[in-house]
């Protein structure tokens, strides 16, 4: 089987997506819906964040299957790069598992293996529920391996260090930067020459290595840059994000502001 950001990959498209950070099928699928009619499909992923967001894993199930009924993918970024976390992720119906803080390239094998089932990694058997975010009839255990995403942040000093090595890894999918990490852990100015620096160097690694790169953007213009200097797949804004500002901006309109 494939998935929808699967596909979008696979293609010369850009992949846009957003963040999620609010728990609720709700929201999720009014932001999706949003976009329904676009010509070229709106979205075609979620980034169901449950490091920072408001969401743990009681949520997971409710939100893959309410993105996957919009044509979308969920990808959830689990708390840590822990096993028993994406096991509970994937087995909710996650089409992909995002980790934070990949510093090496041992770190990003052992992510591989854990989304993988054995022989290939170590992920425990029981997807009773993982297939419902997927078209009815999708052959789960046949195809996960293969069809779901795994991804890891490049977000510190030595992830950037050891990035060639990284996006080396076998069964890696995405390198994916978080520029407010990146510039926290290394003591830089994000936007600055050096946090430039380092986000290029991941594009490049990632490339190489034909591995997809990924960044998040605080609003459609910084994922329009991105977009046109290469990233396969570009968050475009967060869901807190746009509902803070959207509201501060019609209470000035109604105040005449
Ligand atoms: C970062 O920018 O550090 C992220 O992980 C995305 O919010």
């Known amino acids: 089987f494939t998935t929808a950001i699967r ?25 999706l819906r949003s976009t329904v009619g676009s010509p070229d499909g709106g979205f075609s992923w979620v980034l169901v964040d449950a490091e920072h967001g408001l969401i743990s894993d009681k949520d997971y199930y409710e939100l893959n299957n309410a993105i996957g009924s919009e044509g979308a993918s969920p990808i959830i970024r689990v708390p840590w790069a822990e096993e028993w976390m ?3 992720a994937l087995d909710s119906g996650a089409h992909g598992i995002m980790t934070p803080m990949c510093h090496s390239a041992e770190d990003a094998a052992k992510v591989v293996k854990w989304c993988k089932y054995p022989p290939t990694g170590s992920r ?3 997807p009773m529920f993982a ?22 942040q490049i977000e510190s000093r030595s992830g950037v260090e050891n990035v060639e090595e990284i ?24 936007g600055g020459e050096e946090h430039e620096a380092m986000i290029q160097r991941t594009l490049k690694a990632a490339k190489a290595a034909g591995k ?12 329009q840059k991105r977009a046109r200097q290469g990233f396969d797949m570009v968050s475009i804004i ?20």
């Open 7 to 31: 596909d979008t990959l696979g293609s010369p498209s850009t992949a846009y997506g957003f963040w999620l950070t609010l728990p609720g099928a709700g929201v999720v699928k009014t932001i």
């Open 86 to 88: 994406i096991k509970r």
């Open 124 to 126: 425990g058997y029981g």
């Open 131 to 152: 297939a419902h975010s997927l078209p009815r009839g999708t052959n789960y255990d046949e195809g996960a391996d293969k069809a779901l995403m795994v991804v890891v």
């Open 167 to 190: 996006a080396k890894v076998d069964g890696l999918d995405v390198l994916f930067i978080g520029p407010f990490d990146l510039a926290k852990q290394t003591g830089v100015v994000r």
């Open 212 to 223: 997809k790169a990924a960044i998040f953007c605080v609003d459609g213009a910084d994922a």
């Open 238 to 257: 967060t869901d807190v994000g746009v509902l803070a500002q959207a509201m501060a901006q019609q209470l000035d309109i109604a105040k005449g502001k």
